[in-house]
């Protein structure tokens, strides 16, 4: 949770690997999000 409350202030900063990391994650995300909404 910290990383988490570290990003309201800072944003992702992609300045290490977890920040890389968890930008992948929400990016997988939304295309799933997207795909389902379209009826794929």
């Not at 409350?5 to 799933?32: I, L, P």
């Amino acid at each position: 949770m910290e990383r988490l409350k570290r990003y309201d202030v800072t944003g992702v900063t992609f300045k290490d690997q977890f920040d890389k990391a968890v930008q992948d994650v929400y990016s997988n995300v939304t295309d799933e999000i997207f795909s389902r909404m379209a009826g794929e």
